[in-house]
């Protein structure tokens, strides 16, 4: 996918911060969609357009509104461990609305950022913290493998602030779950918009010693 339209949503996440600069630089026209106004001239300065919009608030319709004119969306936002309605809210029914209104705008491209241990079986005891989110990604991640999207499920292991490494190693190469730097995470979501063969894939993946094209080639994603 050369010189896209590309929208990322959840564009001030600490993930997103660092993928703006990498598809700018890569030739494509980014948008990106976030919340307070405030964060303007920092998504500005990342060579992405700034949208101004509150997902968790936005219907189908409006959604599309917002999608129309790019080729490829991005869901990287998060309730970021607020409360279990808001993770629901934004995590899940937004989520599944984005998808919705993706197709309603004629957009075929769509890579959901998860995370590694994202299913429905996911094991995690109802009385954790951690089961709104696990819930919510997993119902989310679930229903986009069952729409018509040209769709890419990314599942990072645990997300540090280490630099970026370059490499990687995905389940298809027998990692499991550890840890990788958002760095790392954002180059691995730039790659997957140049790579045909990550679509209709779920991809998990941690920190690795293959290089990140490499690890997202065919023979690496079985």
């Known amino acids: 996918m050369e010189n896209a339209r590309v929208l990322v949503v959840g564009g001030h996440g600490k993930v997103a911060l660092l993928l703006l600069p990498l598809l700018v630089g890569a030739g494509h026209q980014v948008s990106a969609v976030f919340r307070n106004p405030e964060h303007t001239p920092e998504i500005a300065g990342t060579g992405a357009d700034p949208l101004v ?35 629901y809210a934004v995590d899940r029914d937004a989520a ?18 998860s995370y590694f241990g994202s299913q429905i079986d996911h094991g995690i005891p109802e009385d954790s913290g951690f089961f709104p989110y696990a819930e919510a990604k997993a119902a989310a991640d679930a229903h986009l493998e069952r729409t018509d999207l040209d769709w890419t499920i990314l599942g990072p292991s645990r997300l540090t602030l280490d630099p970026p490494t370059g ?51 065919e023979d690496n994603l079985t």
């Not at 790392?184 to 990550?198: C, F, G, M, Q």
């Open 53 to 87: 919009a509150d997902v968790e608030r936005l219907d189908v319709g409006e959604l599309a509104e917002l999608f129309g004119g790019h080729d490829a969306i991005v869901w990287s936002a998060g309730a970021g461990g607020g409360s279990p309605e808001r993770t």
């Open 167 to 217: 490499r990687i190693e995905t389940a298809g190469q027998g990692a499991t779950a550890g840890s990788v730097s958002r760095a790392d995470v954002a180059a691995v979501i730039a790659r997957t918009l140049e790579e045909p063969a990550t679509i209709r894939r779920t991809i998990r993946f941690n920190a690795g010693a293959t290089a990140i094209a490499d690890a997202l080639g």
């Open 96 to 113: 599944i609305r984005s998808m919705e209104a993706a197709a309603l705008a004629g957009i075929r491209r769509y890579v959901m950022v």
